[in-house]
């Protein structure tokens, strides 16, 4: 017997009431729960970058580069746990050839890529061009030959052309946050538009994964920000962690009505999934739903959020309960995707039973893989703030 | 009419106004007309085939029929090279046990290969029945729906497939199918499902659950012929498909389908 038929064997022998024979092996894994991770961190960190940019919130200045590169450094990931979980990922390229156009799915290479090229790569090139250029002029070896690809051969650094970089950069800002809007409502749609499954069919689905996405960004720069300023031994400025922590508390606020709200909905209707959903949620999922989303991800976050805007007695306290929110509300937006991904796998479609999900440690769609997944980005970031380190730009007189 | 038209005094007006009405009473009219058309073919179609020179294949299954011998399961895993462990099938059996108190106990073994047993003590029975499933060959088809390279599709004469060499495994369509009808194959790695044996149809032969079912319990037939025995079956007895309000237009008919099944 094949290694893989004894794992399913042993879901057989777990699998409670009555599934259809097909659904004992879970089609999505843990890489699909990732995925859905990273791009929302990538919509997230870009909206507060953007925050900065174009409401002109000049007290997130430190955050803007970090944000950038954040967003980055997850996007050139964002892929990869999409494409190691296909089982022929060498056709991958045909869903960007010959992509079906009744398909929720076939328009996300678009989607990402014109996130990628057109928003992000260009906001961070005028962001940087005129610091590439000086950089280039000053490094010495290799690095300056670097940095002279970098500018793609555009030196110009005439004040005109720098008044130009700004406003092309602005433009493209403006043009971004509907972008990272549509990238993340649109890996809900993914989801929220198959109604064969009555725990991801809802409307508010790609609403509801646009402002975890911005929960989860903009948690993730106020960590990043945190690191890097220890890591560079500066001090972290408070007033900086107080401004985000106002935008989390909001925009939590607002994730948690609307998760609310749908799931209220649920409970009202109760159409013909309610009983299996309700079995769901009051077992496979209590842990990860109730406790690590709801209390650990939303509730401890919100009222520690809400403490720290009048608590403003011993510095270091106020910074060690921003450093832990940043986490616990990181680890309430995976539990969130785990409860969507997973949990809309594990009741039957006959509404009669569940199946059991084994995360494998190994293989192309094991946790190990999907730890990998998740700190390449963390390794690409800290590439990115070496090569364009924020500290160390060019500063310009507005 | 003709005052107010008068009182503006433009002729050109007047006649492209005579002409907008009668386009727009005949535009009515043809819709109204269509639609009532239409509507007595949505009956007996899910949807609107394709292609008028082909046949529109449609199933029925009569659960009265069905004694769970499970020959059709085992003759499909034999006839399309399906794998034999019990966790892949392109067609298998429930059996549905309704007891005294409302609950509902519902099992397929093996998908019904082996054949069943009854756990429930027969007083306790209310009622108990067969339901073979299999592809419903829906006409508006979710899986072909999210197909993101277009890999699953519908044939002209409703059937639905699989292109196994341009499937890239990405496992939506398993996911958007609503009757669990689909699966991975573990060893072509590539989405599988029941192809209503499309190689022997095309050699009018009937599928091979359908040519083993002992008590023809299963029957496949040419929806567009109206003067078939299938459509005459269709005709004389009430027949549901499985999730209506999906609209997923599935072509499989059952006939004494009970409310317990999904």
Known sequence: MEPHYQHLYDILAHAQGYIFPNEIDLQWGILIVVYPFITGLVAGAFILASLERVFKVKILKPTYQIALLTALSFLLVATMPLISHLSQPQRAYEIMITPHSSSAMAIFGFVYLWYLAVVLLLEIWFDYRHSMVVWSNEKKGIMRYVYKVLTLGVSDITPRTLKWDRKLGYIITVVGIPSAFILHGYVGFIFGSLKANPWWSSPLIPIIFLFSAMVSGIALVMLVYMIVSFIRKKSIDLNVLDSIGKYLFFVLILDFTLESLDQIHRIYEAEESFEIIKLLVSGKLYLTLFVAQGLIGTIIPLITLVFLQFYKHKIRLQKTMYFVVSILVLIGVYSMRWNVVIGGQLFSKSFSGFTSFKVGLIGLDGTLMAIFWLLLPIGILTFLLWLLPPWKMVKEEE | ?262
């Open chain 2, 1 to 262: 009419m003709s005052q107010s038209t008068s009182t503006m005094g433009n002729e050109k007006i007047n006649t492209s106004r005579r002409k907008f009405l009668k386009t727009a009473v005949t535009l009515a009219g043809a819709t109204i007309g269509y639609t009532w058309l239409k509507s007595t073919q949505v009956l007996l179609f899910a949807a609107e085939p394709k292609d008028e020179s082909q046949p529109w294949y449609g199933i029925i299954i009569d659960i009265q029929k069905c004694i769970g011998c499970g020959n059709c399961a085992k003759a499909c895993k034999n006839e399309n090279d399906v794998p034999r462990e019990p966790f892949f099938f392109r067609t298998w059996v429930e059996q549905y046990t309704v007891k005294n108190d409302g609950t509902v106990n519902i099992v397929s073994p093996n998908g019904g290969i082996d054949g069943f047993t009854q756990a429930v003590p027969d007083e306790e029975i209310f009622k108990s029945y067969f339901v073979p499933k299999m592809c419903n060959h829906c006409s508006k088809s979710p899986c072909t729906q999210v197909c993101p390279v277009g890999a699953t599709f519908e044939t002209p004469d409703g059937v639905v497939l699989i292109d196994e060499k341009y499937c890239i495994g990405c496992r939506y369509c398993v996911q958007a199918c609503p009757y669990g009808c689909r699966f991975i194959h573990p060893v072509k790695k590539v989405a599988n499902k029941c192809t209503l044996c499309y190689h022997r149809l095309k050699k009018d032969l009937a599928p091979a659950c359908m040519e083993t079912c002992p008590t023809g319990a299963r029957m496949y037939g040419n929806l567009r012929d109206r003067n078939s025995d299938f459509v005459k079956y269709l005709k004389e007895h009430t027949t549901q498909v499985l999730r209506p309000h999906l609209n997923t237009g599935s072509k499989l008919y059952y006939n004494a389908l009970s409310g317990e099944v999904r």
